[in-house]
């Protein structure tokens, strides 16, 4: 590892890889994975050259949302392991270099949590109650929710307890979202921060960190549409309320009492980047994802757009930008880009919003491993989603018995959801669950796919053309050249259909430059060291399409 992951602002150029501990690796045998198999894949994770790792929740949790419906804060989840499993893989994580984030979950809490137990218990109006948020509802005999919200899974955003009272939940119904006036709520969250901080933790992804305020009076959407298209319209009052920036700015305080500095990532869904900027500022969140650059078609207008106005945005307020393609909550990319890219529609992120188009894989792998390079060339950091290194597509063919996602059930089955990108991984091309459990264990919690043994770990293993070779080169490469992770980028003039830029670094002898061919033919390379491609050159030495190259020069 260089030195520059052990200085303390490590976050403004880090390659951050995401773990969904479910799907990760399972050492147990119950097919779900767990702390026991991360740790075992720590070499694995070493070798990619990974600057740290975010977990996905690893708390006890009645698992209604797949662990995002939190029941205690400060402990692990049994399928998963133990507080002192977690203590041992912080100290070996950071002994391979690689930091530490874990995902904290504020919006909501599971229905199991103590908290909304005993708001439950206790009668309407009651100081319990007042922790989340408890509403009388509307109609001649309250029978109608309290106003027309809807929850992001499909559904109205309300539950009606039995004494007559509703509560919000801006997701399933098993996680309340909870009362962020609430003087107490807050203490609460500031404990779980300093709880793990105190473990070693070097960060936290915040989830839906622009819902968490929302306008009290809890006035009607009436047909209000979120992102909102300019500053001129009214809030939205249950997304990116101004009052948000309070919360942060008071967790950047407690995050700054540690040495080193932990950091913040958000996961800040707002659509403009000067809204998201604002989550940025210097006494706010460090960083947050890009999903503008996550749902960009692989189109050169609108990617360069999305990367130029990235850039401007977080120059604004000083902070690195981030670039993604992938996460648990949407399409993997190999999917994405496999089919047909203009006119895919805004926002277009999950399986349900283009699995009825044409699909050429093959086309979708070269497209993703020519966006991973140009990804990790951009100036900031990036993030990996476990299995992108293995150039996994979406598992599309999940019958609808085996799945498990709350936006299959609460939109009638209608959408599949997410379940698609969380499959299990596969780790050896032979064995029962391609090596995601122990042999002779339980099935992988969801169904891997028949055709992956050629994609698992152990078949790209030292195999050249492999895009987990690929991954290892780019990752290395970003590590021994200083251009590469925080900086600048300047755009070159290349031939026409293709990204070109370079990264300056000073005065040194050669220059970094990056190169993307969005056309049909291939373009003539400029003299110079190809230093990593995306896919082959042709015969003659040129950048066919949908191929991307670094090159000194
Ligand atoms: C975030 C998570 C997603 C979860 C939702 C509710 O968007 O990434 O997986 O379902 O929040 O917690």
């Known amino acids: 590892m260089d030195g520059r992951n052990a200085r303390d602002d490590w976050w403004r150029h880090a390659v951050v890889y995401q773990i969904y501990p479910r799907s990760f690796a399972d050492a147990s045998g119950d097919g779900i994975g767990d702390i026991a198999g991360i740790r075992s894949k720590l070499p694995h994770l070493a070798a990619l050259g990974v600057d740290a790792i975010w977990i996905s929740p690893w708390y006890p949790s009645p698992m209604a949302d797949a662990g995002y419906d939190v029941s205690d804060y400060r402990d692990i989840e049994p ?78 955003a309300w539950t009606r307890v039995p004494d007559g009272q509703w509560y919000l939940h801006l997701f399933a119904p098993a996680q309340p979202d909870v009362n962020w006036r609430h003087p107490e709520v807050r203490a609460e969250f500031e404990q779980t921060l300093r709880f793990w901080f105190d473990r070693g933790i070097d960060g936290f992804r915040i989830d839906v960190a622009h819902g968490l305020e929302k306008d009290w009076e809890l ?35 407690i995050a700054d009492e540690y040495s080193p500095a932990r950091a913040f990532c958000g996961e800040i869904w707002v659509g403009r980047p000067h809204r998201l900027a604002a989550y940025l500022r210097p006494d706010e969140l460090h960083t947050a994802f890009n999903f503008d650059f996550l ?36 399409c993997r990319p190999v999917s994405r880009y496999a089919r047909e890219q203009a006119g895919l529609k805004p926002m277009a992120r999950h399986l349900d919003d283009f699995a009825e188009l044409p699909a050429d894989f093959d086309l979708g792998r070269l497209r993703t491993r020519s966006a991973a390079l140009l990804m ?56 029962d669950s391609l090596g995601f459990s122990p ?49 600048t980028l300047r755009w070159l003039d290349g031939p026409a259909d293709t990204l070109v ?28 060291r190809v230093l990593l491609a995306s896919g082959d050159l042709d015969a003659d030495g040129n950048l066919p399409s949908d191929t991307t190259v670094w090159m000194s020069r």
Not at 96 to 104: E, M, P
Not at 414 to 427: H, I, M, N
């Open 501 to 528: 830029f370079t990264r300056p670094a000073g005065a040194g002898e050669h220059r970094f430059e990056c190169w993307t061919n969005f056309g049909v033919a291939s373009v003539t390379l400029p003299q110079g």
């Open 376 to 431: 990790l060339a951009l100036p900031g950091g990036a993030y990996v989603y476990q299995g992108e290194e293995l150039g996994l597509p979406e598992a599309e063919g999940i019958p609808a018995e085996a799945l498990q996602d709350p936006i299959w059930f609460q939109s009638g089955g209608t959408e599949k959801g997410r379940d698609g990108c969380r499959v299990p991984l596969p780790w050896n091309a032979s064995g």
């Open 295 to 330: 749902m960009a078609p692989w189109l050169l207008g609108e990617l360069r757009s999305v990367i130029d106005a990235t850039i401007a945005s977080h120059a604004a307020v000083g902070a690195p930008p981030t670039w993604v393609l992938g996460n648990h909550d949407v």
């Open 79 to 156: 399928l998963f392991g133990t507080l002192a499993e977690a203590d041992a893989l912080i100290a070996e994580a950071h002994e391979a270099g690689i930091k530490i984030i874990i995902d904290i979950v504020p919006n909501h809490t599971s229905d199991q949590h103590a908290l909304f137990q005993a708001a439950l218990a206790a009668a309407p109006g009651s100081p319990e109650r007042e922790l989340y948020v408890f509403r009388e509802g509307r109609g001649t005999d309250n029978e109608l929710p309290p106003n027309d919200w809807q929850s992001n899974f499909g559904g109205p």
């Open 439 to 487: 042999e002779g264990s339980a099935a992988p919690w969801l169904p891997q796919p028949s055709d992956w043994t050629a994609l698992a770990a152990d078949a790209q293993d030292g195999v050249p053309d492999s895009t987990l070779e690929l991954y290892r080169a780019a990752l290395k490469l970003r590590h021994q050249l200083d251009e590469l992770g925080d900086g």
């Open 219 to 253: 006035p009607d959407l009436d047909g209000l549409v979120f992102p909102l298209a300019d500053d001129a319209e009214a809030d939205h009052p249950h997304w990116d309320q101004p009052a948000v920036h309070e919360i942060f700015r008071e967790w950047r305080r």
